[in-house]
């Protein structure tokens, strides 16, 4: 069958008093009841949990569910030299929020962004554990920049830290890295940004697999060039993004997708057997076998509950395609 | 003339003892009327403090709400309520979805703003969750567009809003804090809004906060009510420029106390707020408001933010000769 994957981050909260405990850990680290150490360790509880759950429906690449971070844009960049975080900003279309970075100066990266999160998940994960970072050019938009004057500049120091922080996550053991960029379905004229950015973050890859993700929209306008850009798999949102649907169909891939086709957004269930038909007709335009399926991006915009029926249709749908002995 | 009349945007914080017995009901610890009895209290209690500090126009205060979206949806025919979802940091919140065609069962909102306005001889809002922001903030698991899931709850909020403006309502506030969410379907926000005050005589207001406010300036006149009331102090003063250039055609709430900050603006800085208000707005098409609901602020901190605002507003229209 096919392989399966998510995109990043997952719910860290659910309503069963025992998924609670990190949502109580904060509250009692506010009123200082605990120590950061102590909610360190709620925290890794959590990730066990969350990996414990993509075990035990098979999917075969996971994340940490992006557990600790507070939002996609301040937990990279807040660790990054002459970054300060600001206040809330809504995040794309969601009805969520990150703090923005805000830059004042030269960016760079001082010490580790994920290394140890990324080791603590995959000593306590069966399947391999990806490493997902948010792009250079998605970080340089959100930002507010009172030092470069210019994206492009912006976004190449971003694609350098970045770099750096890949290197890193290879020398400890990571042999699938994902960089998301959702400003591409937003903001298609920056493709070329995007590209300059991983060919930056290539050189730091060793012998990992890169992937880009883009998300909340479509990349059909682009599609073609998409193709070009140097990385080895393309992650596509074809929920919120099902106008790529038809131009992939047409054109094929030339590279392993990852086709975001269970909707992360919504409750609604799809039927997993209807999926696999859906996905099988790119059987001869798509390498499936070199392909994932997956939710259309990060599963944290569902209820717990809900992102683990959605882990289930995926795992089916996937074992429904039968294309992979 | 009337001029700079004092309102509020919706929301003020739940005294202590209703948050205590808020969670004593969610556990079933305590029944439902006594939770009301509570409800009602706070109710009272803050038409009294609107009407001490001397605010022209009152609102109840939302004591009764938990989410503003789950509470119109908990009211409908054809929603459920999800489990928890992260807004931010370590806040969640329970979302509406929509599984079955949706109707209107009753009165929604229509008890609470009967039992408001019977406390007070002020206008007192009534206030509903607007048709765009139910429909952003929900999951959809019927209606599969965005578009028709919209209209539907347009239609049923129609039938809310009327019933309001005949239980006395003389003002009709419909809340879209999500208007800036996609500007893609700014249309689509405005007919949906036209569909809730369609032949109200009452007066209408659009109450919108923390967007950006430039992408969606030209739609400003389009919007079918008759006041805009906009979030100024924390991040809009800005816009006053382009208000001065591209001159609105309706009434203004204009708010001059930030609700996210614990900071209580002194109140030179408001009436520094509003005069700037007044190089641009006549004074009778401005009104005076905080940015938002204050409900997640202490009982203390909404008090003297109100207070203040108040007194600033006193202070200004004396100033200019108003009344």
């Known amino acids: 069958m096919v392989k399966t994957t998510v995109v990043g981050s997952y719910p860290r909260t659910g309503d069963a008093f025992e998924e609670q405990a990190l949502r109580r850990g904060i509250a009692r680290l506010d009123r200082g009841e605990i120590t950061e150490a102590e909610l360190r360790t709620v925290e890794r509880d959590t990730v066990k949990a969350v990996l414990k759950e993509q075990n035990e429906v098979g999917i075969d690449l996971v994340t940490d569910g992006q557990i600790s971070w507070y939002d996609s844009q301040s937990h990279i960049a807040g660790k990054l030299a002459s970054i300060e975080i600001n206040g809330l900003v809504r995040y794309f279309d969601t009805n969520t929020y990150y703090r923005q970075p805000v830059v004042r100066g030269a960016v760079s990266r001082n010490g580790p962004l994920l290394v140890d999160e990324w080791k603590f998940a995959q000593g306590s994960s069966k399947a391999p554990v990806k490493a997902v970072l948010t792009g250079p050019v998605t970080l340089a938009s959100l930002s507010l920049d009172k030092h470069y004057g210019n994206k492009k500049a912006l976004a190449g120091a971003f694609a350098s830290a970045i770099g750096e922080e890949v290197g890193a996550l290879v020398k400890a053991g990571a042999s699938q890295i994902q960089i998301d960029e959702p400003i591409l379905t937003q903001h298609p004229e920056d493709l070329s940004l995007v590209s300059e950015g991983l060919d930056r973050i290539r050189g730091h890859k060793a012998k990992a697999t890169l992937t880009l993700f883009t998300f909340f929209g479509d990349v059909a306008g682009i599609y073609k060039d998409l193709q070009e850009v140097p990385a080895e798999i393309l992650g596509l949102d074809l929920v919120q993004g099902a106008a790529t649907w038809p131009v992939l169909a047409k054109h094929g891939s030339s590279k392993p997708l990852v086709l975001g086709v269970i909707d992360a957004r919504n409750t609604k269930e799809e039927d997993p057997a209807a999926v696999a038909k859906k996905v099988s007709q790119l059987n001869s335009a798509v390498d499936l076998k070199a392909s994932y399926l997956s939710p259309s991006n990060g599963l944290e915009f569902l209820p717990r509950e809900r992102a683990r029926r959605k882990l289930r249709i995926l795992h089916d749908a996937a074992r429904g395609l039968g294309v992979a002995g | ?323």
């Open chain 2, 1 to 323: 003339m009337t001029a700079l009349l004092t309102t509020s945007v919706g929301s003020l914080p739940k005294p202590e003892y209703l948050t205590r017995a808020r969670t004593k009901a969610a556990k079933g610890e305590l029944p439902s009327d006594a939770l009301q009895d509570l409800e009602q209290k706070a109710t009272r209690e803050w038409i009294r403090f609107q009407e001490e500090i001397g605010i022209d126009i009152l609102v109840d205060g939302e004591q009764y709400r938990g989410d503003m979206a789950t509470y119109f949806a908990e009211n409908l025919e054809g929603t459920e309520i999800s489990g928890l979802v992260r807004s931010y940091g370590n806040r969640y919140y329970k979302k509406p979805i929509v599984v079955g065609e949706l109707k209107r069962r009753g009165p929604i909102s229509v008890d609470w703003f009967s039992f408001a306005q019977s406390q007070t001889d002020r206008p007192v809002k009534g206030m509903i969750t607007g048709p765009y922001t139910m429909m952003d903030w929900s999951f959809d698991e019927y209606y599969g567009s965005r578009t028709e899931a919209c209209l539907a709850f347009a239609k049923l909020l129609h039938e809310e809003a009327v019933a309001l403006e005949a239980a006395g309502a003389k003002y009709v506030q419909v809340d879209e804090p999500a208007l800036s969410t996609r500007f893609d379907e700014l249309p689509l926000l405005v007919k949906a809004v036209g569909i809730v005050t369609k032949g109200l005589r009452a007066r209408t207001v659009l109450h919108t906060c923390y967007g950006n406010y430039n992408e969606i300036f030209d739609y400003f006149n389009k919007l079918p009510v008759d006041q805009l009331d906009l979030e100024m102090s924390n991040s809009g003063l800005d816009l006053l420029e382009r208000f001065k250039r591209e001159p609105l055609k309706k009434e203004i709430a204009f708010g001059v106390v930030d609700v996210h900050s614990h900071v209580i603006e002194p109140e030179a800085l408001i009436r520094e707020r509003i005069e700037k208000a007044l190089t641009i707005f006549r004074p009778d098409q401005l009104f005076i408001d905080p940015d938002c609901g204050l409900k997640t602020r202490s009982v203390d901190e909404a008090r003297d933010k109100l207070r203040n605002m108040v007194a600033a507003t006193r202070a200004v229209r004396q100033v200019h000769g108003l009344t």
